[in-house]
């Protein structure tokens, strides 16, 4: 991957193993409870569509979608997209992914800041993400010391950019939790489906803690190699 080619394995280790444990974290716990029906026996897809009904947003779908940990909601199409698991299953996991999902349709409903700003940097940070990889054929191409320190300060830049991104992705997540567990309460669900809910979503919030932890450190990793260069 690309950052081990920047700096090495060994620099890499912490956050590698962090992210490892967060994952394997999120997994076992996501797993746990969507072993776990729901005491109302709700579907994922009833859950959202209760949501929405509540929240009175009428111009969004909620449809079934391939793939394992898949959900999301897409904001340019207006369409909350489960996984099978999560649109048919009547687990704990299921609603409380569900109501996740819901909370970013109600995020974009309401004008929610931190969401405007997420979405306003999303072509950016993906332009980001490209020059990225375009910088490191460069370097291996031109790998002299008159182009070092272009390549090093806009990989800076890009890394910032994506750092940014993922900086303001965190109150996006959290508060579409917040959102979700208040749903739940709300729904009148058991005090175990409750705690279940915040569990997984905690968890699963964890993993955007993880991603913004290793740009920052690859970012200020890059930081002390060009000043160590110049
Ligand atoms: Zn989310």
Redesign the pocket.
């Known amino acids: 991957m690309f950052h081990y080619y920047y700096f090495g394995i060994f620099a890499m280790l912490p956050v590698i193993l962090f992210g490892l444990i967060v994952q394997m974290k999120m997994q076992s716990t996501y797993s746990k409870y969507a072993a776990l029906r729901n005491t109302k026996g709700m579907t994922g897809a009833q859950m959202a569509a209760l949501i929405l009904r509540g929240a009175g947003i009428t111009d969004v779908q909620i449809v079934c979608t391939n793939g394992h940990l898949s959900d999301h909601f897409d904001p340019t199409k207006k369409v909350i997209r489960l996984s099978e698991g999560v649109f048919n299953g009547t687990s704990i996991a299921s609603v409380g992914v569900a109501a996740?999902?819901c909370g970013?349709a109600i995020q974009h409903a309401v004008g929610y800041f931190p969401i405007r700003v997420r979405s306003a940097v999303v072509g950016i940070t993906n332009f980001s993400s490209k020059l990225l990889y375009i910088l490191m054929i460069a370097s291996i191409f031109l790998n002299s010391y008159t182009f070092s320190p272009v390549i090093f300060n806009l990989a800076i830049l890009c890394y910032a950019v994506i750092f940014f991104f993922q900086l303001v992705t965190l109150p996006v997540?959290f508060n579409?939790s917040a959102r979700a567990v208040a749903q739940i309460e709300s729904a009148g669900f058991g005090e175990e489906d409750v705690r279940g809910v915040k569990k997984v979503l905690s968890a699963a919030a964890m993993t955007y803690v993880a991603s913004a932890i290793t740009v920052l450190w690859q970012l200020l990793l890059l930081i002390s190699r060009s000043r160590r260069n110049n």
Do not use: D, P, S, T
């Open positions: 996740h999902e970013h997540e579409a």
